[in-house]
């Protein structure tokens, strides 16, 4: 969560230019925000966020600001005091039900717009700027008017882009692909008042309480409610997380080297880094170093290999394997960890790396500057030739449409194929990991 170890920023992101595949960001006054040690700020004569009194809504706007909402007050990120909403939304009542930023791929005059709800009433805005007011009736059909909250869901997370809807002890799931509502008694969800999607996790808040609840099922996580000011916000005497552990390892711009990356058929992008991992696809809204076993349940500590196949995810350790069926959560698969001499016909421990190119089942193991090949088709498995890369030592691979990735301690390589891989003598330019794929200043 947010200040866990205080070794963590924000970026407010705008995709500028450069490194392919993942843009630089010029951050902005959300970077570092929470990094920042004292507490938030307040103003004179505005209420203080961390009063206990709650919100009436919370939401990223199109470049992952967050705002929380109580009455005719807004908090725009996770430090700034109080301010009007119609500072920033001049049309926008002086108390809202619900907001959040729609994902809707397929309509682009809907995607990342921002939608207000007050009584019946829905307000549409492209950032600040206002694209009409609507009746909730006539533009998500089915959906009760005075609602608790709302947020977005898009497809991976709920089957297809929809919006939930909170009111009472009642989910409305409002499917965007066909327009239509199924209701949900989802009884660990009652009386949300405020709902968010914050990197891939949902939160309902109840008062300053909040609740981390799975979007598809409606099951709440263990070990909730918790209280939102030791965590979305820096409140006096607050706090959480382990402050002993070395903070370098969840600050994603430290020099520290990641042990691998993987990209999944959904375009979820991970960098994993001793017993936590980052979302970089997410970049937009944030980040965080999560635990793995918390998305990945049963795995614990460093991993050797990590590579998607086949609507699944396999992780390497040691001389195990664990298989995950990768839909909207992960979960692992009856019957592993198994050894991955089982698994895959190779023996031994030590993989230093593995990656498989889109639409092709050949897993590429890679040991020290050797690399051996493994058609995941065939079983039994059939090795192929191996071949010999240009590094004595890597941490992680990945490939995507963009090519093969190498990363070695804070550097990456790309290659264009494994032909120019095995072509070992011509290693390429170097590049910072922490610039390319984790947003960070130079
Ligand atoms: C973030 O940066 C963009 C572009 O520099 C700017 O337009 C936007 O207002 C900034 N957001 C905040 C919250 O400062
Ligand atoms: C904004 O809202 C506040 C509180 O409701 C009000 O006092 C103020 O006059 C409003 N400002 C504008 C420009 O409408
Ligand atoms: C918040 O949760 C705690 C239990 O974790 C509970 O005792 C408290 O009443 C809750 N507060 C609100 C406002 O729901
Ligand atoms: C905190 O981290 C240290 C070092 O990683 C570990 O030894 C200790 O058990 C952790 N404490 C808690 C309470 O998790
Ligand atoms: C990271 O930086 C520290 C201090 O500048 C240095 O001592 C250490 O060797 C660096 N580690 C890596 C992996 O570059």
Redesign the pocket.
């Known amino acids: 969560m947010k200040f866990l170890l205080g070794g963590l920023c924000l970026f407010g992101a705008v995709a500028l230019s450069s490194c392919y595949p993942w843009l630089k960001h010029v951050p902005n006054i959300t970077e570092d925000e929470l990094n920042q040690d004292h507490s938030h700020h307040r103003r004179e004569g505005f209420p203080d966020r961390c009063d206990g009194l709650g919100f009436d809504a919370v939401t990223l706007d199109e470049q992952g600001v967050t705002y929380f909402f109580r009455d005719e007050f807004l908090w725009r990120g996770f430090r700034a005091p109080a301010e009007f909403i119609n500072k920033t939304w001049p049309a926008l009542p002086d108390h809202i039900d619900a907001a959040f930023r729609i994902h809707h791929k397929n309509s682009p005059e809907h995607h990342d717009r921002m939608f207000f709800f007050k009584g019946n009433q829905v307000w549409q805005y492209s950032g600040t700027k206002p694209e009409g007011q609507f009746l909730i009736q006539d533009k998500f059909h089915g959906i009760p008017d005075d609602l608790g909250a709302a947020v977005e869901c898009p497809e991976g997370e709920c089957q297809h882009d929809s919006v939930l809807f909170f009111k009472g002890a009642t989910t409305y799931v409002f499917d965007l692909s066909t327009n239509t509502v199924k209701e949900r008694p989802w009884t660990g969800l009652h009386l949300c008042s405020a709902a968010m999607r914050w990197i891939d996790r949902y939160y309902c808040f109840q008062g300053s309480n909040f609740t981390r609840f799975h979007p598809h099922t409606g099951l709440v996580f263990e070990n909730y409610p918790k209280d939102a000011r030791r965590y979305f916000m820096r409140c006096e005497g607050q706090g959480h997380g382990n402050r002993t552990a070395d903070p370098s390892i969840h600050n994603r711009c430290?020099?520290?080297?990641f042990d691998e990356f993987n990209e999944d058929g959904l375009g979820r992008v991970y960098a994993f880094r001793g017993n936590w991992y980052f979302r970089i696809d997410s970049k937009r809204d944030g980040w965080h170093a999560w635990p793995i076993h918390s998305a990945w349940p049963s795995l614990h500590g460093k991993i050797d290999g990590v590579f998607s196949w086949n609507k699944k995810m396999y992780f390497i350790q040691g001389s195990q394997i664990y298989i995950y069926k990768a839909e909207a959560h992960y979960t692992l698969i009856e019957g592993y960890p198994k050894s991955i001499t089982e698994e895959l016909g190779i023996h031994g421990a030590g993989v230093d790396a593995t990656f498989i190119c889109p639409g092709k089942p050949v897993l590429y193991v890679i040991r020290g500057n050797q690399v051996q090949s493994i058609n995941l088709e065939q079983t039994p498995r059939n090795l192929g030739d191996g071949f010999r890369i240009g590094h004595s030592h890597v941490d992680g691979a990945m490939c995507n449409a963009n090519g093969i990735f190498i990363f070695v301690?804070?550097d990456y390589y790309k290659y264009h194929s494994t032909t120019e891989l095995a072509g070992w003598k011509n290693t390429p330019e170097p590049h910072s990991i922490s610039a390319d794929f984790m947003s960070c200043a130079q």
């Open positions: 430290s020099n520290r080297s301690g804070t």
